[in-house]
């Protein structure tokens, strides 16, 4: 137990760290190419904050705990959504002004449907994968032709945060060295995780897709939460929501593609995550819409349902791991309590914002962004 729980915070530690190197070493060369800064940040470092999650699912579909690399997903995304956004909202309102962002919510939305549909049978095989991969250049084309569409105060935003590029020869060489380093430390921080929560789930006769749902996908999520939270904090608002989406966007199509892809026996599924869990991260993923809908705006109300939720969906695993009672209970006031009100109070704020004047300052940010 105690040598289970040393590899599972080392390899936590290790992920972390080696993803900070390769965000910001990939960030330096990126900006020394001459990519804007807000290629950079949607893309790059949203893959960056994303590469723990892509390290451990390979590692543990190569290896024979598969469950965790799908329960790694979708409790990566759960948790970027409910925590991430809820705990930045909280910090400070989001009032979200690039127009890419908004778009990409319904696009996350969209991808989250398609690859529920192709676990459907119960496995993710090279085909599946390589259409989940095709779909993230796609997109990648599609973000770098729609960035040079964003208005004036979303592109500042960007540049003033990712807009570092190498001063000298040393400086990208050393680059180049974080980058190498980063890659390491994934590799061998994944590994370390990866062991240290099949230890845990053989110990306490957990299933390995509830470890990933839980332990490992708030590990993997760690880069995402430091960089959502601190461009919350500087008022960095676009940042903030843009780096989650993205990130639950890499997330599926690269993170789960690329490992279908790579893997030769493929990514199955387990039953319990396409019928419960799956369902979760559509509905978290959906919650947005509305929200987005008003606006581009996340108030700290809002930040506070998210965030709540995110505590019960956490009460609900662990309770129903233990055998608990109480469970069924939870999981019956959730969806037939909590949901139904959380539907009502989103839709009575989505009629309210369409009352709203056009000169109210919503409303401006709306038309800015378009006009940009």
Same mark, same amino acid.
């Given at each position: 137990?105690?040598?289970?729980?040393?590899?599972?915070?080392?390899?936590?530690?290790? +992920?972390?760290?080696?993803?900070?190197?390769?965000?910001?070493?990939?960030?330096? $060369?990126?900006?020394? #190419?001459? $990519?804007?800064?807000?290629?950079?940040?949607?893309?790059?470092?949203?893959?960056?904050?994303?590469?723990?999650?892509?390290?451990?699912?390979?590692?543990?579909?190569?290896?024979d705990a598969a469950e965790i690399a799908v329960g790694n997903v979708l409790g990566s995304n759960i948790f970027n959504v409910l925590f991430i956004l809820g705990i930045s909202a909280l910090v400070t309102p989001l009032s979200v002004a690039s127009q890419l962002v908004r778009l990409e919510v319904p696009f996350m939305v969209g991808v989250s449907l398609l690859l529920w549909m192709l &676990? #459907?049978?119960?496995?993710?095989?090279?085909?599946?994968?390589?259409?989940?991969?095709?779909?993230?250049? @796609?997109?990648?084309?599609?973000?770098?032709?729609?960035?040079?569409? !964003?208005?004036?105060?979303?592109?500042?935003?960007?540049? !003033?945060?990712?807009?570092?590029? %190498?001063?000298?020869?040393?400086? &990208?060489?050393?680059?180049?060295?974080?980058?190498?380093?980063?890659?390491?430390?994934? *590799?061998?921080?994944?590994?370390?995780?990866?062991?240290?929560?099949?230890?845990?789930?053989?110990?306490?006769?957990?299933?390995?897709?509830? $470890?990933?749902?839980?332990? @490992?996908?708030v590990g993997t999520s760690l880069p995402e939460v430091v960089a959502s939270v601190m461009a919350s904090i500087k008022g960095e608002r676009d940042i903030a929501v843009g780096n989650v989406v993205g990130s639950n966007l890499f997330n599926m199509m690269c993170v789960l593609g690329l490992t279908a892809i790579v893997v030769p026996e493929g990514v199955p599924v387990p039953q319990t995550?396409?019928?419960?869990?799956?369902?979760? #991260?559509?509905?978290?993923?959906?919650?947005?819409? %509305?929200?987005?809908?008003?606006?581009?705006?996340? !108030?700290?109300?809002?930040? *506070?349902? +998210?965030?709540?939720?995110?505590?019960?969906?956490?009460?609900?695993?662990?309770?129903?791991?233990?055998?608990?009672?109480?469970?069924?209970?939870?999981?019956? @006031? #959730?969806?037939?309590?909590?949901? %139904?009100?959380?539907?009502? @109070?989103?839709?009575?704020?989505?009629?309210?914002?369409?009352?709203?004047?056009?000169?109210?300052?919503?409303?401006?940010?709306?038309?800015?962004?378009?006009?940009?």
């Amino acid at each position: 137990m105690v040598v289970a729980s040393g590899l599972i915070v080392l390899g936590l530690v290790v +992920l972390v760290v080696g993803g900070d190197l390769l965000v910001r070493g990939a960030s330096g $060369i990126a900006s020394l #190419m001459g $990519i804007s800064p807000l290629v950079i940040g949607l893309t790059v470092v949203a893959f960056g904050t994303s590469a723990p999650e892509l390290a451990v699912s390979l590692s543990a579909s190569s290896g024979d705990a598969a469950e965790i690399a799908v329960g790694n997903v979708l409790g990566s995304n759960i948790f970027n959504v409910l925590f991430i956004l809820g705990i930045s909202a909280l910090v400070t309102p989001l009032s979200v002004a690039s127009q890419l962002v908004r778009l990409e919510v319904p696009f996350m939305v969209g991808v989250s449907l398609l690859l529920w549909m192709l &676990s #459907m049978n119960g496995h993710l095989g090279h085909v599946e994968g390589s259409l989940l991969f095709g779909m993230l250049l @796609v997109y990648i084309v599609w973000s770098v032709w729609q960035s040079r569409r !964003e208005s004036k105060k979303v592109v500042e935003e960007y540049k !003033e945060e990712f807009d570092k590029p %190498p001063k000298s020869l040393w400086d &990208s060489l050393l680059q180049l060295v974080w980058i190498v380093l980063g890659l390491i430390g994934l *590799a061998y921080g994944s590994q370390w995780l990866v062991d240290g929560a099949v230890m845990i789930a053989k110990s306490f006769n957990m299933s390995e897709l509830l $470890i990933g749902l839980t332990i @490992v996908a708030v590990g993997t999520s760690l880069p995402e939460v430091v960089a959502s939270v601190m461009a919350s904090i500087k008022g960095e608002r676009d940042i903030a929501v843009g780096n989650v989406v993205g990130s639950n966007l890499f997330n599926m199509m690269c993170v789960l593609g690329l490992t279908a892809i790579v893997v030769p026996e493929g990514v199955p599924v387990p039953q319990t995550a396409i019928w419960q869990e799956f369902p979760v #991260m559509i509905a978290v993923c959906a919650v947005c819409l %509305p929200i987005f809908f008003t606006g581009g705006r996340i !108030e700290r109300w809002e930040g *506070a349902i +998210l965030f709540g939720y995110y505590i019960l969906y956490t009460t609900y695993l662990v309770l129903g791991a233990v055998g608990s009672p109480y469970a069924p209970i939870l999981g019956k @006031v #959730m969806l037939f309590g909590l949901v %139904p009100l959380t539907v009502l @109070v989103l839709t009575i704020s989505v009629l309210t914002a369409l009352r709203r004047k056009p000169e109210s300052p919503v409303s401006e940010g709306i038309e800015e962004a378009d006009a940009g």
